[in-house]
T-cell receptor, first 118, second 110 residues
Framework: GENVEQHPSTLSVQEGDSAVIKCTYSDSASNYFPWYKQELGKRPQLIIDIRSNVGEKKDQRIAVTLNKTAKHFSLHITETQPEDSAVYFCAAKGVANAGGTSYGKLTFGQGTILTVHP | SQTIHQWPATLVQPVGSPLSLECTVEGTSNPNLYWYRQAAGRGLQLLFYSVGIGQISSEVPQNLSASRPQDRQFILSSKKLLLSDSGFYLC?????????FGPGTRLLVL
């Protein structure tokens, strides 16, 4: 099955700096890569995603890059703010079927605790 | 728009007691449904998924079970809780690729 490795496990930056979180995946057939942000005690929230036919996607201060050849993808946050402090998860969706129906089974990385100091 | 509900929000149960957690989705039909557990660390462990009524697949053998009695209802159960069942239980739904999580149930087994 799919295996996703996420690094670093913790990341501390000063407000205004950039933050980069990297993930590698093992299944070359994986074709969808979301990123979730989880604030303390809350549910994970999707912040950005990318599909395998795209190399980069940007949404304001957040961007994701994908290198299919190397099987890794990264989250980039620019101009970090204290409210960016949270746990970030990457995930990869492999090709899976159940009863003839495909479904979005995701394999998650272990998470990165991002702390942005004012 | 779609919304997902989970209850209860928090639960404290003694070891050996039964468990029933409920998840319902509104505003969509025939979603894929998932149960995850997040232990006191950070990882999300997929427990069960369902692509339709009565169709349940288990990812990890354990003392938990899941059922889907209705299209938008997903239930997580246990006959006898263990201390190791403590954690944050998240239900999620998807139609295609993107999964959306419910607010979660925080379970403490004492």
């Amino acid at each position: 099955g799919e295996n996703v490795e996420q690094h670093p496990s913790t990341l501390s930056v000063q407000e205004g700096d950039s933050a980069v979180i990297k993930c590698t995946y093992s299944d070359s057939a994986s074709n969808y890569f979301p990123w979730y942000k989880q604030e303390l005690g809350k549910r994970p929230q999707l912040i950005i995603d990318i599909r395998s036919n795209v190399g980069e996607k940007k949404d304001q201060r957040i961007a994701v890059t994908l290198n299919k050849t190397a099987k890794h993808f990264s989250l980039h946050i620019t101009e970090t703010q204290p409210e960016d402090s949270a746990v970030y998860f990457c995930a990869a969706k492999g090709v899976a079927n159940a009863g003839g129906t495909s479904y979005g089974k995701l394999t998650f990385g272990q998470g990165t605790i991002l702390t942005v100091h004012p | 728009s779609q919304t997902i509900h989970q209850w209860p929000a928090t639960l404290v149960q003694p070891v050996g007691s039964p468990l029933s957690l409920e998840c319902t989705v509104e505003g969509t039909s025939n979603p894929n449904l998932y149960w995850y557990r997040q232990a006191a660390g950070r990882g999300l462990q997929l427990l069960f998924y369902s692509v339709g009524i009565g169709q349940i697949s288990s990812e990890v053998p354990q003392n938990l079970s899941a059922s889907r009695p209705q299209d938008r209802q997903f239930i997580l159960s246990s006959k006898k809780l263990l201390l190791s069942d403590s954690g944050f239980y998240l239900c999620a739904w998807s139609l295609w690729e993107t999964q959306y999580f419910g607010p979660g149930t925080r379970l403490l087994v004492l």
